[in-house]
């Protein structure tokens, strides 16, 4: 089982639509994390929050827009998406971001599988 | 930009053999190292860290890095057709403008066949 959580599984959407990912983590960590991932490509960092502050937004266009409510959450809300965006949208944490207590190690949810039409 | 090459395979095993995954990195001050796993329409999965130069053991898995040759290689013995899955080799930056990030590579994908 998973201890980042992710909702929804799957969506669908078309290009006026406005949704949201969601990504829950109990494990105490503080810094969380959304990627991208095409398919037979790697993940690709999108954003990086750490302590619920956005720390890395990797040039990634304004139709999504991440939010981090509490250090146990985070959402990246969709909005007037391309159909190049569909893919799988993974979120992450790890115990720290760019500190000596950063192992390095990610934690993956289950992913979100967005499909815009 | 940090380079992670991969042989991209397929890699095709038979159940029980031994399976050789490798990685190259281009960024020297690259401390820590991530094998993953991931099976075809899941998420990664972290399966091995290394921070030292040898060999890691973990059950079946071994990770091995040698930080002078910038490799680091991941050996599955007694594969298991539950291994067939992408493995994706992920140094960590520990210095400089990108520190904290994790590069990955494109992955191998492994096949083991019963």
């Known amino acids: 089982d998973t201890e980042v959580t992710q909702t929804p599984k799957h969506l669908v959407m078309g290009m006026t639509n406005k949704k949201s990912l969601k990504c829950e983590q109990h494990m105490g960590h503080r810094a969380m994390y959304w990627y991208k991932q095409k398919a037979k490509k790697p993940p690709e960092l999108m954003f990086v929050y750490s302590y619920e502050k956005l720390s890395i937004n990797e040039s990634v266009p304004s139709r999504f827009s991440p939010e981090c409510p509490n250090s146990s959450l985070l959402n990246l809300h969709l909005h007037a998406l391309q159909p190049e965006d569909s893919a799988l949208y993974l979120c992450a944490s790890s115990q720290e971001w760019r500190t000596s207590r950063n192992t390095g190690e990610l934690f993956f949810g289950e992913g979100s599988r967005l499909t815009v039409l | 930009q940090k380079e992670v090459e991969q042989n991209s395979g397929p890699l095709s095993v038979p159940e029980g053999a031994i399976a050789s995954l490798n990685c190259t990195y281009s960024?020297?001050?690259?401390?820590?190292f991530f094998w993953y796993r991931q099976y075809s329409g899941k998420s990664p999965e972290l399966i091995m860290s290394?921070?030292?130069?040898g060999d890691k053991e973990d059950g079946r898995f071994t990770a091995q890095l040698n930080k002078a040759s910038q490799y680091v290689s991941l050996l599955i013995r007694d594969s298991q057709p539950s291994d067939s899955a992408t493995y994706l080799c992920a140094p960590k930056a520990d210095r400089g403008s990108t520190l904290g990030r994790l590069y990955f590579g494109r992955g191998t994908q492994l096949t083991v066949w019963p």
């Open positions: 960024d020297r001050g690259s401390q820590s």
């Open positions: 290394i921070y030292s130069n």
